[in-house]
């Protein structure tokens, strides 16, 4: 399709039941269905791919090119290239997208 770049593999995954206190960055792709209280960045050298699943709740900044969001956020979110929220999104604070 026109316009379509391949998307990064989701390489790491937070599960449900997981809770991680403190910031993080990533390559790729990463998938939350746990809860992260901390600033989620990628490594800006890579296209990144960030999933926050129906289960998930984040707290704090969000930084990736593509962010896909089902669950909560609490913090700003900043999607350097594309932003999709699913029915189920409910996010609390700023939203940047190209």
């Given at each position: 399709m026109f316009g379509k770049k391949k998307q990064p593999p989701i390489r790491s995954l937070i599960a449900a039941g997981s809770e991680i206190r403190g910031n993080m960055k990533f390559t790729d792709g990463l998938r939350i269905d746990g809860i992260v209280q901390g600033d989620i960045r990628e490594n800006t050298a890579?296209?990144?791919l960030l999933v926050i699943s129906e289960s998930?709740?984040?707290i704090g900044e969000i930084h990736a090119d593509h962010v896909i969001i089902n669950g909560r956020v609490n913090g700003p979110v900043y999607a350097n290239e594309l932003l999709e929220l699913q029915p189920k999104a409910?996010?609390?604070g700023d939203v940047h997208y190209k």
């Open positions: 890579h296209p990144s998930a709740h984040v409910n996010i609390e």
